[in-house]
């Protein structure tokens, strides 16, 4: 039976489930499910209307994903489309919870067809806020069960931008810049035809919007699928389990990206994968 550090919150009926469920993939699922049934259902806040939104998909070694950039007057969002799509059902009713678990079992992700795979990426437990009238980006992580939050002032990146490379994306014709941001070379693609000085992650300060980037080559690309200004949700802050987050410093943070983990309910060590942000 796995410890009380993991299993105080949890009602009789889930820790005897968990008792009989003792798979690694089975046991991480039933954390979040277990977590789901004792909690309290989520509420989310509007911000404020979208007057623009972009879709990426996203291209890593192992996995695949897709992020959603939300952008408003004052205010932009960038969340990955699968994994809010989970926290939603979750914290829906049984139903959709056992929507989640079937997909879940359904994955494998050692499978040569990517798309049977999990989706997943570096960032796909981050939502990000960027807040134009305090100059703020803010960062939502839930990873690992540890829901931690920092704030820093919305980074800039210095741009080398290459007018006579094009490229065009969505229709759209699109020039080349490259920058070093936190550890990493990050190549992309952005189009005037969007004066919107916005992309993917962090990414912003260029003449338009990027519809591609690339970091370190192959470490993770993203690129825009489509581009909606019309039948948009609004800006939103989703808090699908209505969790408390845990304030820390963006190095603090960092740190803690980068410990090696004990995965739950055994005693196997594993590395820290790599992640987007170096330094």
């Known amino acids: 039976m796995p410890s009380n550090r993991y299993t105080g919150g ?16 089975r046991c991480y699922l039933l954390v979040i499910v277990c977590t789901v049934i004792s909690g309290v259902f989520a509420q989310n806040r509007t911000i404020e209307p979208a007057i623009l939104e972009v879709c990426y998909e996203s291209w890593e070694e192992a996995h695949d994903d897709a992020y959603i950039l939300r952008v408003g007057k004052t205010t932009n969002q960038f969340f990955s489309v699968y994994r809010n799509r ?4 979750l914290n829906t009713n049984e139903t959709t919870l056992n929507m989640v678990w079937q997909e879940f079992q359904e994955t494998d992700d050692k499978s040569a067809d990517r798309s049977k795979r999990l989706k997943s990426s570096t960032i796909n437990r981050e939502l990000l806020y960027q807040d134009l009238t305090t100059g703020k980006l803010s960062l939502y992580s839930n990873y690992a069960s540890a829901y931690n939050t920092y704030e820093e002032d919305i980074p800039t990146q210095e741009w080398t931008i290459d007018t006579d490379s094009t490229m065009t994306i969505l229709g759209m014709e699109c020039h080349y810049a490259k920058t070093k941001f936190r550890g990493r070379e990050w190549k992309v693609w952005f189009t005037e035809e969007i004066p919107v000085s916005l992309g993917p992650w962090k990414l912003n300060g260029l003449p338009g919007l990027i519809l591609k980037a690339t970091a ?7 690129t825009a699928v489509s581009v909606k200004t019309e039948g948009i949700d609004p800006v939103t802050f989703y808090n699908w389990g209505k969790n408390n987050y845990y304030k820390m410093t963006r190095e603090k943070f960092l740190k803690y990206k980068n410990r090696p983990r004990t995965i739950p309910y055994s005693d196997k060590v594993i590395s820290a994968k790599p992640y987007i942000e170096l330094e």
Not at 10 to 25: A, D, P
Not at 86 to 89: A, E, G, K, V
Not at 216 to 222: A, E, P
Request: proline letters at 0%.
């Open 10 to 25: 949890l009602c009789s009926i889930c820790k005897s489930v968990l008792m009989v469920f003792c798979g690694m993939k």
């Open 86 to 89: 989970t926290d939603s059902l």
């Open 216 to 222: 370190d080559d192959d470490f993770i690309k993203l």
